[in-house]
């Protein structure tokens, strides 16, 4: 159980385009779901944490009309790096909590993002 | 102090050695505690979770040390496969968590 996936697991970008990046809570219910941000050699960051039905909370320094979070259901939250440019390049992992099972956080494989 | 803090390594262990290495955090008021493994350009996965009263799962044992605020992951009998970066995860405030920047692990054949 507590499966994650997330898509696409790798995008190629221009500049200036925006990417939709897709995080599913296959066998339960995510009443909370995290987006990570993890550059080379670096730790995970969190970006913003988005309960379902309600607006993402962002972390300090993340940018909200940049990257857009929306958590509709309970198995579903996208994230969209809106005007990509090269610095966004990084792998985006999300992340899902059930409240029955704890504070665990189950980990999706990850997207990695190339802007060029 | 940081928030989570882990010794980079890395750690270069032979095959069947023990090895342990600690994570140092600096909320007291952390209540769940966590180690995740992470292969190269891959996700975390959960790998534990750490109770206060310690606890062990086959070959990995974690401990909590409250009064010092730190953590501590042991492998016994240590594969191959156990190379890996291991993260020191703590929940800061509610819901969030904290992730340490992770111990590099080698097993050496």
């Known amino acids: 159980g507590a499966v994650v996936s997330q898509h696409p697991s790798w995008v190629i970008c221009k500049s200036g385009t925006s990417v939709k990046i897709e995080c599913r809570s296959l066998?339960?219910?995510?009443?909370?779901m995290f987006w990570y941000r993890q550059f080379p050699k670096q730790s995970l960051m969190l970006m913003a944490t988005s309960n379902e039905g309600s607006k993402a909370t962002y972390e300090q320094g993340v940018e909200k009309d940049k990257f857009l979070i929306n958590h509709a259901s309970l198995t579903l939250s996208t994230l969209t790096v809106t005007s990509a440019h090269p610095e966004d390049s990084s792998f985006y992992i999300c992340?899902?909590?059930?409240?029955?099972?704890?504070?665990?956080?189950?980990f999706g494989p990850g997207t990695r993002l190339t802007v060029t | 102090r940081k928030e989570v803090e882990q010794d980079p390594g890395p750690f270069n262990v032979p095959e069947g050695a023990t090895v342990a290495f600690n994570c140092t955090y600096s909320?007291?008021?952390?209540?769940?505690f966590f180690w995740y493994r992470q292969d190269c350009r891959k996700e975390p996965k959960l790998l534990m979770s750490v109770y206060s009263s310690g606890n062990e799962d086959g070959r990995f044992t974690a401990q909590l040390n409250r009064a010092s605020q730190y953590i501590s992951l042991l492998i016994r009998d240590s594969k191959l496969s156990d190379s890996a970066t291991y993260l020191c995860?703590?929940?800061?405030?509610?819901?969030?968590?904290?992730f340490g920047k992770g111990t590099r692990l080698h097993i050496l054949p």
């Open positions: 066998d339960f219910q995510a009443t909370t």
């Open positions: 909320n007291s008021a952390s209540q769940s």
């Open positions: 992340s899902a909590r059930d409240w029955a099972r704890g504070l665990e956080q189950y």
């Open positions: 995860v703590v929940n800061k405030e509610n819901d969030k968590i904290i």
